[in-house]
């Protein structure tokens, strides 16, 4: 019995080391990021803080964008400590620590004018900052549903609030989203017979899943959306993309089950999913390489997202309702 969970184990460890040497790419140009401000939206878990640390590695002053100050703070801690770890004359950027819960306006309105006022230029936002399947209907304000209005409002909010400099800094804005949009479809507007993303607040049925799922599709619609406005103003080389990291080792999914069914699908994500580390390849492949307006990203290469999140009718159907519902936030 012991020999036999002993070669259980060391078979599993073997599948793990194997399936991280060849699971998902590494971006491994060492561009330089020097002189470059990144904003990351949610830093300080994950793919976020993954991201920032590789962005700062790289060169790049990082602005890590938390709602939590210890868990920033911490975050802030363990990048700087890798940082000062580079030998001398390595690349090295810093990082700079800001409070933003995008579930309080009031919180993306200081954050934007703190940024504001550090005059940095703004090279790249990262909208990374997410919740995941959140088990009930919650609401913010007492009137917002909770998942749309972290993943999608919050974020949409912030794009506006920076737009000018958006436009004059030449922003890459990289919109982090799943490849569970794919599992959404449209529905008709009986009213205009044209298509749009279905009941956007959940107050017709609400399931984890689909809600952010949901959030995920219209984070695409609205990466598309800033793109099509980006590309119709002249004299700025800003553009909006979105990518998806895979599936990934983080608490995203599992943070909200019950105890048995975290441990299950944590055994999946270790089977089956990258390292954070890995996941945040494509983050850093689109803060350095050079990537095109509009387009959707996995893996370090342009992929194609669903057909429901190039539509055109839907992306203005979501930026009417994300500006109505700021009304309400
Ligand atoms: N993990 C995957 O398999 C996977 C797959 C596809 C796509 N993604 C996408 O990857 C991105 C990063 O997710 P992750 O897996 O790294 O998850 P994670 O480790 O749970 O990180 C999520 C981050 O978002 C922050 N956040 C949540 N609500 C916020 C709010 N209201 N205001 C500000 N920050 C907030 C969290 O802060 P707290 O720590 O304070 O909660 C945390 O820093 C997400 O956009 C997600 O949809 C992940």
Same mark, same amino acid.
């Given at each position: 019995?012991?020999?036999?969970?002993?070669?259980?184990?060391?078979?599993?460890?073997?599948?793990?080391?194997?399936?991280?040497?060849?699971?998902?790419?590494?971006?491994?140009?060492?561009?330089?990021l020097?002189?470059?401000?990144?904003i990351?939206?949610?830093?300080?878990?994950?793919?976020?803080?993954?991201?920032?640390?590789?962005?700062?590695?790289?060169?790049?002053?990082?602005?890590?964008?938390?709602?939590?100050?210890?868990?920033? &703070?911490?975050?802030? *801690?363990?990048?700087?400590s890798? %940082? @000062? $770890?580079?030998?001398?004359? #390595?690349?090295? !950027?810093?990082?700079?620590?800001?409070?933003?819960?995008?579930?309080?306006?009031?919180?993306?309105?200081?954050? &934007?004018?703190?940024? *504001?006022?550090?005059?940095?230029? %703004? @090279? $790249?936002?990262?909208?990374? #900052?997410?919740? !995941?399947?959140?088990?009930?209907?919650?609401?913010?304000?007492?009137?917002?549903?909770?998942?749309?209005?972290?993943?999608?409002?919050?974020?949409?909010?912030?794009?506006? %609030?920076?737009?000018?400099?958006?436009?004059?800094?030449?922003?890459?804005?990289?919109?982090?989203?799943?490849?569970?949009?794919?599992?959404?479809?449209?529905?008709?507007?009986?009213?205009?017979?044209?298509?749009?993303?279905?009941? %956007?607040?959940?107050?017709?049925s609400?399931?984890?899943?689909?809600?952010?799922?949901?959030?995920?599709?219209?984070?695409?619609?609205?990466?598309?959306?800033?793109?099509?406005?980006?590309?119709?103003i002249?004299?700025?080389?800003?553009?909006?993309?979105?990518?998806?990291?895979?599936?990934v080792?983080?608490?995203?999914?599992?943070?909200?089950?019950?105890?048995?069914?975290?441990?299950?699908?944590?055994?999946?994500?270790?089977?089956?999913?990258?390292?954070?580390?890995?996941?945040?390849?494509?983050?850093?492949?689109?803060?350095?390489?050079?990537?095109?307006?509009?387009?959707?990203?996995?893996?370090?290469?342009?992929?194609?997202?669903?057909?429901?999140?190039?539509?055109?009718?839907?992306?203005?159907?979501?930026?009417?309702s994300?500006?109505?519902?700021?009304?309400?936030?």
């Amino acid at each position: 019995m012991g020999t036999l969970a002993l070669t259980a184990a060391a078979v599993l460890i073997g599948f793990c080391f194997v399936r991280d040497r060849t699971s998902g790419r590494v971006y491994s140009e060492r561009t330089s990021l020097a002189g470059q401000t990144i904003i990351v939206t949610g830093a300080n878990s994950g793919i976020g803080f993954e991201a920032s640390k590789e962005l700062a590695l790289r060169g790049a002053t990082v602005v890590l964008a938390c709602r939590n100050r210890d868990a920033g &703070a911490s975050a802030k *801690r363990r990048i700087d400590s890798a %940082l @000062n $770890a580079r030998k001398r004359g #390595a690349e090295r !950027g810093r990082v700079l620590l800001e409070m933003l819960d995008l579930t309080d306006k009031k919180s993306i309105e200081k954050f &934007a004018e703190n940024f *504001r006022n550090l005059n940095f230029p %703004l @090279n $790249a936002l990262v909208l990374n #900052a997410s919740i !995941g399947m959140h088990p009930t209907r919650a609401l913010v304000n007492s009137k917002l549903e909770l998942c749309f209005t972290s993943n999608v409002l919050g974020h949409y909010y912030l794009v506006e %609030l920076l737009w000018d400099k958006i436009v004059e800094d030449h922003t890459r804005i990289i919109t982090v989203t799943s490849s569970l949009h794919k599992y959404v479809s449209l529905e008709v507007d009986p009213a205009t017979l044209k298509k749009r993303l279905p009941d %956007l607040q959940c107050e017709l049925s609400y399931r984890p899943k689909e809600a952010y799922a949901k959030s995920k599709l219209a984070n695409i619609l609205l990466a598309h959306h800033w793109a099509r406005q980006l590309s119709g103003i002249s004299n700025t080389r800003a553009m909006s993309v979105s990518m998806h990291p895979g599936l990934v080792m983080t608490p995203l999914l599992t943070r909200y089950l019950p105890f048995w069914k975290k441990h299950l699908f944590n055994l999946i994500l270790i089977l089956l999913g990258k390292t954070a580390w890995k996941g945040c390849q494509t983050v850093i492949y689109c803060c350095s390489h050079p990537i095109e307006n509009g387009k959707y990203y996995g893996n370090c290469e342009e992929e194609e997202p669903s057909p429901e999140s190039r539509d055109e009718d839907a992306m203005q159907a979501l930026s009417e309702s994300c500006r109505e519902l700021l009304n309400a936030f």
